[in-house]
Structure formats: C-alpha cells, structure tokens
T-cell receptor, first 114, second 116 residues
Framework: DAGITQSPRHKVTETGTPVTLRCHQTENHRYMYWYRQDPGHGLRLIHYSYGVKDTDKGEVSDGYSVSRSKTEDFLLTLESATSSQTSVYFC?????????????FGPGTRLTVL | AQKITQTQPGMFVQEKEAVTLDCTYDTSDPSYGLFWYKQPSSGEMIFLIYQGSYDQQNATEGRYSLNFQKARKSANLVISASQLGDSAMYFCAMREGQGGANNLFFGTGTRLTVIP
C-alpha cells in the first residue's frame, strides 16, 4: 500500500470557518492531488502539485487554496467553508505526470459544513 | 461532453460468475491511460488495473481484465469468478497527454453487488 495519510479523517465545521486538510506521503512522489467526491459526480480534481511550492488548479478549484512547503505534505484550505463544500476529500500521489502513471489514493476525509 | 461514461449505476452477479462493467471514454489525444478503481463500503479508493492507449494487449491483473476496444473507445472491466468481497463501487478513469500532472477524469461509478 502507498504510504498516504490524511488528517483529520472526519470533521464537522460551521459555515464561514476556515478549514485545513492535510495529506502526508512517505513515498517521496513528486505529484500530489486533491479530489472531492460527491454523489453523481465521481471524483473531481481540486488542485494539484508538481513539486515543492509548485501548484496548479483543477476543474473545481473555486473556494479552495493549497500549499506544499515540503515534498511529503500537501495542504488543502477552505478559507471560509460553505455547505456546498460538504464532501469526501481524497488526496492522491503519483511518481510522474505522464498519462501512464497510476495515482494512489489516501483514505479520505469526510467534511461536513453545517 | 463527458470524458468517462459508466452507464450501469448498479449491477448484480452471482458468486463465482463473471461480470463485465462498462466504460466508454472520449478523447482526441492519442496518448492516454485508462484506470479502474474499486471503492468498498469502507471508502478507500483501490487501484485495480491500468491500460495504456498504445498497449497492444488487454491488461490483466489476477481476476481482473480490461477489455480494451480502441475503435469503440471502450474499456470494460471484467471480473472473473466473483467473490462476496467484490461487492463495491467501481470507477473507470482516464488520464490524457504525455506531460504534466494531467487530470484523472472519473466516471460516476457502478455499484456491484455479489449475490451468494
């Protein structure tokens, strides 16, 4: 199993509060990703990173920011959480960015915004 | 247009029988990768099998095989000798291009139930 952990695993918060989710890997992979999973949508990419301090937006990036100060850690921040951000969040890692490279997923974080 | 289409919201299969989960994809990029993931009720996403667009042979991994029909743009997952532990959601996904951290596009999934 790929060494990926996410914290917290569950979180309940209120609308308007900031929230940070953490993804930690022990594989020394260059690429890291944040996805959200919602019923009827599969998984959708929020942001990704292709190196320390190198990040870019995915298809559903509005309302989210990310940071990567170390190879092993990728943080996802909701500056002011909204109910539409209630979701399950998955972190993933991959060695390279080519289409043949498999992404391996962390266990997920269930976030509820009341 | 949807990049990945899974038209079967739910499927049932008898234990020890084979089952095919359908997946069609849409891309104009000649280089792409197709992936299947399993999501059991515990929630984690488990990688099952990969097929590259230039691969000449269908991918196989144990009881999993991928029926890749490039001209039809389909990448169906075949599970042989189904087991009760195969009951889960199954997602087809595609990644395009040769460089950069390309997005992995997911279908909406198929829920497979294995009947004893």
């Amino acid at each position: 199993d790929a060494g990926i952990t996410q914290s917290p695993r569950h979180k309940v918060t209120e609308t308007g509060t900031p929230v940070t989710l953490r993804c930690h890997q022990t594989e020394n992979h260059r690429y890291m990703y944040w996805y959200r999973q919602d019923p009827g949508h599969g998984l959708r990419l929020i942001h990704y990173s292709y190196g320390v301090k190198d990040t870019d937006k995915g298809e559903v990036s509005d309302g989210y920011s990310v940071s990567r100060s170390k190879t092993e850690d990728f943080l996802l921040t909701l500056e002011s959480a909204t109910s539409s951000q209630t979701s399950v969040y998955f972190c993933a890692i991959s060695e390279s960015g080519v289409s043949q490279d498999t992404q391996y997923f962390g266990p997920g974080t269930r976030l509820t915004v009341l | 247009a949807q990049k990945i289409t899974q038209t079967q919201p739910g499927m049932f299969v008898q234990e020890k029988e084979a089952v095919t989960l359908d997946c069609t994809y849409d891309t104009s990029d000649p280089s792409y990768g197709l992936f299947w993931y399993k999501q059991p009720s515990s929630g984690e996403m488990i990688f099952l099998i990969y097929q590259g667009s230039y691969d000449q042979q269908n991918a196989t991994e144990g009881r999993y095989s991928l029926n890749f029909q490039k001209a039809r743009k389909s990448a169906n997952l075949v599970i042989s000798a189904s087991q009760l532990g195969d009951s889960a959601m199954y997602f087809c996904a595609m990644r395009e291009g040769q460089g950069g951290a390309n997005n992995l596009f997911f279908g909406t999934g198929t829920r497979l139930t294995v009947i004893p």
